[in-house]
């Protein structure tokens, strides 16, 4: 089961949407963090979830 921004990146990889669109979609569906980069912690989350098996890079 995804949760966290995971839904968001998985449903936004669907769609096609490069790494920048990936983390406009998590942006818009969550905010900005309160701390951190939103880039490096989508960036970590994909990581993630390529190690997973859940998206893969192209």
Known sequence: MLD????????????GADLEGIIAAVVHAHGEPPAGSARQI??????????AG???RI
């Open 4 to 15: 966290g921004i995971a839904p968001v990146i998985w449903q936004a990889a669907a769609d």
């Open 42 to 51: 989508v960036e970590d989350a994909v990581d993630e979830l390529v190690v």
């Open 54 to 56: 859940v998206i893969s």
